[in-house]
């Protein structure tokens, strides 16, 4: 029998012993963010359990807790330092980017470079949790929705379960340069959502499962020889809709020589370019997608025609009135009602609604709204429509904008004050919410709760429950000039 090396036995007897020491987990967070947050955050009298209302409404225990949100929004913005707001409380570097008063830890030292680093390198890589989990990215079929933020050439996605911001985008393909995105549609599958600018004359399409960009897409003619030079000069591409099959999408210029394009959303490619349009702005399709509507911004009137841009026909919103360019009604957006031969429009000069019959042509309705209507969004499940009337300052005392409802029978208009100079609306029929982007661009507006990386006032979103039609007493901050909203079906 062969004996056991004394040293072997020690060796034994010393792991025997010892006690597994367990690594500390300091609220689901990585160890070395865990560190900084539970000395410098969750002290008591600050973002704890016990004293997160009064800090802003903003709990930092945990990891969990942290993307629950604060009283003014998500501080803490996934791959996207720029756009979380924590940061710019926590730096005082001017190399780090913004820096926002109060200097938090509040009344205590403030944290060192390496530890704003640290926290904003964390945040860029998806601000995971310990295991590696990183928040809103583990189901692609994700309820969300899109908004497009004019000043600062940015999408932001919300979460529809907790209505918070759950992503900032960058869209546009001139770095240094504004692209202005104007609107942003999600396709009627869910699967891509599709984005147009002022001050370019693409459109780009994304991925929503993981919102990854997917192409780029021009809406003009271009140079033999190359993908980008524009033989046109159009851009203010300000509208567009998709084709229920999601192949197709159907976009305008906004100019007084306005353009229309119809593009391959597939191929990614141009199939026909139409100029000489007169202020077109607003655009719908009729049921059988055959015929596109197009109002014109400036005048009594929208253009029918086909959807190989031929045959046009300018028809007028005046029944008793030819068609014209003077500006009287001043048509903005237009929407196809659930009969499927009504088309409601925004009439920004005569504060109103027309509805306009398809069929013979003639307008039958005309529902008065807020002062300057703008927008129009259907809630399929209660029957009504929504509209933002962007300056109204009459209706209600201390407002600057409303909503105006109308029901789908009988075109009955109710109004409630909402936001400040409101303009994009969603409907999320999931929770039974409409979302009210306001844009905030005056400076009698409600004051940002912090800066942005952009130049300009920050905007904020509402929220409207359908089924009270009453104001949430809840608004989240976005970056500037928050525009147009989509909701992904």
Excluded at 131 to 144: E, F, V
Excluded at 255 to 271: C, F, I, P, Y
Excluded at 360 to 378: D, K, L, N, R, S
Aim: a neutral charge; charged letters at 15%.
């Amino acid at each position: 029998m062969k004996t056991v090396p004394l040293y072997v036995l020690l060796i034994l007897l010393l792991w025997s012993c010892s006690k597994d020491v367990a690594k500390v987990n300091r609220g689901n967070y990585p160890d070395d963010i865990g560190k900084i947050i539970t000395t410098s955050c969750t002290q008591s009298g600050c973002h704890n359990n016990q004293s997160y209302k009064a800090a802003g409404n903003y709990n930092l225990q945990t990891w969990s807790d942290m993307f629950s949100g604060a009283g003014s929004g998500n501080p803490v913005i996934p791959f996207n330092s720029k756009f979380s707001s924590l940061c710019y409380y926590i730096n005082t570097y001017n190399d780090l980017g913004i820096q926002n008063v109060p200097t938090m830890p509040l009344n205590k030292t403030p944290l060192t470079y390496a530890q704003v680093k640290t926290i904003k390198d964390w945040i860029d890589r998806g601000a995971p949790d310990i295991n590696g989990k990183i928040m809103w990215a583990d189901n692609p079929k994700l309820k969300k929705l899109y908004a497009v933020n004019q000043g600062c050439d940015v999408v932001t996605v919300f979460d529809s379960e907790t209505q918070l911001p759950i992503r900032y985008i960058d869209v546009g393909t001139k770095p240094g340069s504004p692209d202005t995105p104007h609107q942003i549609r999600v396709s009627p599958d869910g699967a891509y959502w599709y984005v147009v600018f002022i001050n370019n004359n693409v459109m780009q399409k994304f991925r929503c499962s993981d919102d990854s960009y997917v192409g780029t897409i021009p809406l003009t003619p271009v140079a033999a020889g190359t993908s980008t030079n524009p033989l046109s000069d159009a851009t203010d591409w300000n509208t567009f809709v998709i084709s229920k099959n999601g192949k197709r999408a159907y976009a305008v210029s906004w100019r007084t020589s306005g353009k229309v394009a119809v593009v391959d959303l597939e191929k990614q490619n141009l199939l026909y370019f139409a100029p000489a349009f007169y202020e077109p702005h607003g655009i719908a399709l009729n049921a059988a997608e055959d015929k596109l509507y197009i109002t014109a911004q400036v005048g009594n009137y929208i253009t029918v025609c086909d959807t190989n841009l031929l045959n046009r026909r300018d028809l007028s919103l005046q029944n008793d009135q030819a068609p014209s360019q003077f500006p009287i009604l001043n048509a903005h957006d237009i929407i196809l009602a659930p009969n499927d031969i009504d088309f409601l429009i925004t009439c920004q000069q005569s504060n109103e609604v027309r509805v306009f019959n398809s069929l013979t042509e003639q307008v039958t309705a005309v529902i008065p709204t807020g002062t300057y209507p703008q927008e129009i969004v259907y809630a399929k499940k209660l029957g009504c429509f929504y509209v933002s009337c962007t300056y109204d300052s009459t209706m209600f005392r201390g407002s600057m904008g409303v909503i105006t409802r109308i029901t789908a029978v009988g075109y009955n208009g109710s109004h409630l004050a909402c936001g400040y100079q409101p303009h994009g609306l969603a409907v999320d029929e999931q929770t039974s919410l409409l979302y009210v982007l306001s844009r905030n661009g005056s400076s009698a507006g409600p004051q940002p709760h912090h800066t942005s990386v952009c130049s300009g006032r920050n905007g904020f979103a509402s929220f409207v429950d359908l089924l009270s039609f009453r104001v949430l007493p809840k608004r989240v901050e976005l970056s500037v000039d928050p525009y147009f909203i989509f909701a992904r079906p």
